[in-house]
């Protein structure tokens, strides 16, 4: 009798959200429980704790703690391609190519948020995918940290016929600036030293948007404000800004 054909290893990018074990999916956690190994990024930021990521992973699903390998995540360039980034990409996808060498059929790399936003991921799956061409690379989407302060701050994203724009501060103050003019809400990502600049163009292009910024959001240590509110010196790199229209009337958008 012919031997079952042997089964591809997976690759799966799963979203854990924004750091609300709560925010969890239901697919997440199955995903979690099931795979032989899970990769969680291992920042080096010099910081001894546990990374956002592996935490979310502990609370939701406390059984995979033995399974966890944590890969390199470097904090130290913001754009390009440089040296640093590339080794992390390549040992991430070392580490994963190390696990299915030793038997594991599944590989599933946790990150924060969507694995489909801003992530780390779809370069992982890249290099893995180069060096074991048979991999099935698969994707469950997470709870994104736009979403998360829309919810907390109670400011709908978008309603009716408005447009939606989200921008990384580290793409330049001029993208912001179009999309300031061009969208009714926009969501700005990693400001960090930039967010006094972020202050001063939401102030001169939109002065009637309700604008607030999120840091931590859904953690112990939410902090939710006006942007005009902020103390931008202290806002850490991952804050997460919400410009959207004043809506002064129920279907006053439609």
């Not at 546990?50 to 059984?63: D, K």
């Not at 599933?108 to 995918?129: E, I, M, N, Q």
């Not at 600049?197 to 240590?221: C, F, H, S």
Request: glycine content about 8%; some cysteine; charged content about 20%.
């Amino acid at each position: 009798m012919p031997a079952a054909p042997a089964t591809p290893p997976t690759l799966t990018g799963v979203g854990v959200g924004p750091g609300d074990p709560e925010l969890v999916t239901v697919k997440a956690v199955r995903v979690l429980a099931a795979a032989d190994a899970i990769l969680v990024p291992d920042p080096d930021t010099g910081a001894t704790e546990v990374g956002r990521a592996e935490q979310v992973v502990l609370h939701a699903c406390p059984e995979a703690a033995g399974r966890i390998v944590r890969v390199p995540f470097s904090m130290a360039q913001r754009s390009g391609v440089g040296t640093k980034r590339r080794q992390s990409w390549e040992a991430s996808a070392q580490a994963a190519l190390d696990a299915y060498a030793g038997a594991a059929r599944s590989v599933a790399f946790a990150t924060v948020g969507d694995p489909s936003v801003y992530s780390t991921f779809s370069y992982l799956a890249a290099h893995v995918r180069d060096a074991l061409p048979d991999v099935v690379v698969e994707v469950v989407p997470g709870i994104t940290a736009m979403q998360a302060l829309a919810a907390a701050g109670r400011v709908p994203l978008v309603e009716a016929q408005e447009l939606l724009t989200l921008v990384p501060v580290t793409a330049g103050l001029e993208t912001l600036a179009r999309a300031l003019e061009l969208s009714d809400t926009v969501v700005a990502y990693k400001g960090g030293r930039h967010l006094h600049e972020v202050q001063r163009l939401v102030r001169e292009r939109r002065p009637d948007a309700t604008a607030v910024i999120g840091v931590n959001v859904g953690l112990a240590g939410e902090q939710l404000m006006p942007l005009a509110e902020l103390d931008a010196d202290r806002a850490p790199y991952f804050s997460t800004v919400l410009v959207a229209p004043t809506r002064t009337a129920t279907g006053g958008r439609l």
